[in-house]
């Protein structure tokens, strides 16, 4: 790894340091400062002339500081003519936003993918993308990495009886399957109704499936206003369910998201590491799984 070189931008420097132990390195020192205006200005502190860099960024809240962070990381990086560039992408924000719903709206995650071509990063490392077709978005190569496996494991070793997978939402029965068959459990859907005149808000769950007596394992993507598993958790108990256990990749944590979790009847939300969440954010009922090993592995496979 002599010739590697992994930066940190303001995002997720704990996650970045975790993978950074993986590898046996230490990060790259770069100076992450703003002008008074707000402004942006990175500092890379590296020579970087012929290595392979890597920069960890996840678009989290504030999304649009951390894309331009990342961007001009990555301008800098390049004028110090590197052999490539990757970004480390462990959560990709606006990727909800990938198609027009309705006249007058962006396809935001097309624009950020485009965007992100600006510092011509060569590769892109991402984990859990919230629709795989995101990565036709770049005409880079894409290492979309799959937390799945990581979370299988979480429920292996709590060795539930009567277990069964749940999709909150007919969106997400590919990944719900995925996770049943691998831990060769039933599956059942939710329906979910959203309402696009509504930000955040969904509502109308409708169970298909039987959970009575059983402990519902929910997977999703990602909670972010804590709507979508709060609102399924309580229709799957007052269906008969004996407990409620949720896997999720990105903890975005929105608004009130981690104290409705908190009071909501849920056994536990086991949460990786994409995104950073801060004490104030952390609760009870929250464990954290980490996406370091994987990210690791995906490093290794490029610079080997
Ligand atoms: C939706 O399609 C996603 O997979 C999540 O279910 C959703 O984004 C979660 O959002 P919230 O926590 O605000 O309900």
Known sequence: MSNTLLFSGSSNPQLADRVAKELNISLGNVDLTRFADGEARPWIQEDVRDKTVFILQSLSKPIDEYVMELVLMGDAIRRGAPRSMVAIVPYMGYARQDKQN???????????????????????????????????????????????????????????????????????????????????????????????????????????????GKHAVVIDDMISTGGTIVECAKSLVEAGATGVTVLVTHGVLSGQASQNLADAPIDEVVITDTIAIPKERQFDTLSQASVAPLIADAIRNIVQ
């Open 102 to 212: 309705r006249m007058g709206e962006p396809v935001s995650a097309r624009v950020i993918a485009k965007f992100l071509e600006v510092s011509q990063f060569s590769e892109l490392i991402t984990v859990d993308l919230h629709n795989d077709a995101i990565v036709g978005f770049f005409q880079v190569p894409v290492t979309h990495l799959s937390a799945l496996p990581l979370l299988a494991d979480e429920i292996r070793s709590r060795n539930i009886p009567d277990g069964l997978i749940i999709s909150p939402d007919v969106g997400g029965v590919r990944r719900a399957r995925n996770l049943a068959y691998e831990l060769d459990l039933p599956l059942v859907v939710m329906e979910k109704k959203r309402y696009l005149d509504k930000h955040d808000h969904s509502e109308s769950f409708q169970i298909i499936g039987e959970v009575k």
